[in-house]
């Protein structure tokens, strides 16, 4: 029905994404839209006794930008749950959805960048307390007529589970969320209380949370394993530092020590302590290598320096090592 509606127009493409999604993508003047769209519902609604909604982002200058205004467009039809079914919703139009009642408490701008960078950053604790705190600045309501402020706590949820669906589909990993949308944004129209409203919003953000906390814990097990095989490799190079490690793996050097701490037990530097006295050990008890040989095949060239630590390693001297041994 769609593509026979846009035919013989150049510009648009139409995608059908599954049995009850179809996205259009409108390279024509903008202004038309939303009037062709109220004659596709119809057209639908008379042929098929079908109700549709549907939802349309802003117009963008460049096609890197599509992407967004796709976003937007699954944000405004989202707003289904409050604003209603069977009706053409353009985000441009969502400020005044959220605006409409000035003297309720609206989340800001600042406060949706703060809850995603504490929920991208893995901090669940802090991340729920945020939530509860937003829910809590918008107050009990008790003031206003009841059906206005719970349309204003769904306002406000919606937008919050917009920000956070967006954010997850921007971080481009695989995740048990996916189709679940729907689902909590239909549970937006059930809302009846604020504490409601919180409680869907906190779900969401500790299944979000534990979601992309076990995805980078996956990713740090495999760094770690990859980590550990280049300093073995590279265990003769003197200058294998952390910060040298870390730029060879397009890492933050604060990160992978705390990732080696965490995983490890030990720090950075104890760690390859530990891999060059073991392999120095392994030397001792298997090569006539001489003592600055063996340095040098660990990364320690200072054959003074490399006979101490080997000492405070061991408990010995190499000598003392080699005597026992050989017993």
Do not use: W
């Not at 604790?125 to 945020?130: E, L, P, Q």
């Not at 992309?212 to 280049?230: F, L, P, R, T």
């Not at 490690?245 to 104890?270: E, H, W």
């Not at 660990?298 to 005597?323: C, H, L």
């Amino acid at each position: 029905m769609v593509e026979k509606y846009y035919k013989d127009k150049e510009g648009v493409y139409i995608l059908l994404e599954s049995n009850e999604s179809i996205t259009i993508f409108y390279n024509l003047d903008h202004g038309h839209l939303s009037i062709e769209c109220d004659d596709i519902m119809g057209l639908i609604e008379d042929n098929f006794q079908y109700r549709t909604t549907i939802g349309i982002g802003e117009p963008k200058a460049v096609l890197d930008s599509v992407r967004e205004s796709y976003q937007e467009a699954l944000t405004a039809l989202r707003y289904q749950a409050i604003l209603g079914n069977h009706m053409v919703i353009c985000y441009k139009d969502l400020d005044i959805v959220s605006g409409s009642y000035q003297a309720l408490y609206t989340v800001s701008e600042e406060e949706l960048e703060q809850l995603h960078f504490l929920v991208k950053a893995g901090l669940k604790g802090n991340a729920v307390d945020y939530v509860h705190k937003i829910f809590n600045h918008m107050g009990d309501g008790s003031q206003y007529e009841h059906k206005i402020f719970i349309e204003h706590v769904r306002v406000q949820a919606t937008r919050l589970i917009a920000m956070l669906f967006y954010m997850m589909a921007s971080l481009n990993i695989q995740n048990t969320l996916s189709g679940k949308e729907g689902e909590y944004f239909n549970a937006i129209a059930s809302i009846g209380t604020l504490p409601h409203g919180k409680a869907i919003v906190s779900s969401l953000v500790e299944e979000m949370i534990s979601c992309i906390n076990g995805v980078q814990s996956h990713m740090a097990k495999d760094y770690m394993k990859d980590v550990e095989q280049y300093i073995k490799e590279n265990i003769s190079n003197y200058g294998l530092t952390l910060k040298k490690v870390a730029a060879y793996f397009y890492l933050n050097p604060s990160y992978l020590s705390r990732l080696f701490k965490q995983k490890m037990g030990i720090t950075f530097k104890d760690y390859v302590s530990k891999i060059r006295m073991d392999k120095a050990v392994e030397y001792v008890r298997t090569t006539d290598m001489k003592v600055y040989e063996i340095g040098e095949a660990i990364g320690i060239p200072d054959g003074n320096y490399f006979s101490a630590m080997f000492k405070r390693y061991i408990g010995m001297s190499i000598t003392a090592y080699k005597k026992q041994i050989e017993k």
